[in-house]
T-cell receptor
Framework: DAGVTQSPTHLIKTRGQQVTLRCSPK?????VSWYQQALGQGPQFIFQ???????QRGNFPDRFSGHQFPNYSSELNVNALLLGDSALYLC?????????????FGPGTRLLVL | GENVEQHPSTLSVQEGDSAVIKCTYS??????FPWYKQELGKRPQLIID?????GEKKDQRIAVTLNKTAKHFSLHITETQPEDSAVYFC????????????FGGGTRVLVKP
C-alpha cells in the first residue's frame, strides 16, 4: 500500500511564474491538506480539501489555490510566484471522513523561486 | 486562531539520557495533539499522538503528557539513541473543526554518542 505521494520532488521557477504541485493520498483516505514549510520552521496550513471542495483555509493569499479530483488526489497552484514562496510544500491525507484523525504526510515538493 | 509555542528550540543530550520537549497552546477547543519527527530532507512522521480525553500515552521509549487546564503538553523520550536525532514538531488541532494542524516551531534534538 503506497503512502502519500507527491510530484515533482523539486522545482525551480522564476518570479512571476505559476506552479502546480500534485498529491495522491494514502489508499482509503479522502481528505487532503496542504502545508508550506519554510526552512527552519514548522509547517503552516494552507488549505484542506474534502469532497472536492475547500473546507478550511489558512492565512495565505488567493494566489494559492487548489483542487481535489474525484479520486481524492489534489493539486496546489501558486500564481505570480514571489521569492518568499520558496519552501517545502507538504501534502497530508487523513483516513476519516471530513479530515478527522491522524494526518500522514507526503515527502514534499521543494520549490525554489529565483 | 490557535497558537502553539514549543521549547526548547535545540536540545543536546548524551546517549541514554532522557529528552523532554514542551509545548503550549492557546485555543481551549483544541482536542488533538500529535508529535512529528522530521529527519533532514524527509517528510514529517507521526511518532505519537494524544486526544484531550487522555492525560498520558506511552509507546515504548516515547510518552506524551497533556495538561488541559494549563494548556500544555510534553514529549518525553527515554534512553535516547543516536537515531533519535532529528527535528521534533508538536501540533494542535480541533478535530470537530476540520483538523487543521497548527505546528510549533520545532525542536532540534541532537543525541551525542
Amino acid at each position: 500500500d503506497a503512502g502519500v505521494t507527491q510530484s515533482p520532488t523539486h522545482l525551480i521557477k522564476t518570479r512571476g511564474q505559476q506552479v502546480t504541485l500534485r498529491c495522491s493520498p494514502k489508499s482509503g483516505h479522502d481528505t487532503v491538506s496542504w502545508y508550506q514549510q519554510a526552512l527552519g520552521q514548522g509547517p503552516q496550513f494552507i488549505f484542506q480539501y474534502y469532497e472536492e471542495e475547500e473546507r478550511q483555509r489558512g492565512n495565505f493569499p488567493d494566489r494559492f489555490s487548489g483542487h481535489q479530483f474525484p479520486n481524492y488526489s489534489s493539486e496546489l497552484n501558486v500564481n505570480a510566484l514571489l521569492l518568499g514562496d520558496s519552501a517545502l510544500y507538504l501534502c497530508a491525507s487523513s483516513p476519516e471522513r471530513g479530515g478527522l484523525g491522524t494526518q500522514y504526510f507526503g515527502p514534499g515538493t521543494r520549490l525554489l523561486v529565483l | 486562531g490557535e497558537n502553539v509555542e514549543q521549547h526548547p528550540s535545540t536540545l543536546s543530550v548524551q546517549e541514554g539520557d532522557s529528552a523532554v520537549i514542551k509545548c503550549t497552546y492557546s485555543d481551549s477547543a483544541s482536542n488533538y495533539f500529535p508529535w512529528y519527527k522530521q529527519e533532514l530532507g524527509k517528510r514529517p512522521q507521526l511518532i505519537i499522538d494524544i486526544r484531550s480525553n487522555v492525560g498520558e500515552k506511552k509507546d515504548q521509549r516515547i510518552a506524551v503528557t497533556l495538561n488541559k487546564t494549563a494548556k500544555h503538553f510534553s514529549l518525553h523520550i527515554t534512553e535516547t539513541q543516536p537515531e533519535d536525532s532529528a527535528v521534533y514538531f508538536c501540533a494542535a488541532s480541533n478535530e470537530a473543526a476540520g483538523n487543521k494542524l497548527t505546528f510549533g516551531g520545532g525542536t532540534r534534538v541532537l543525541v551525542k554518542p
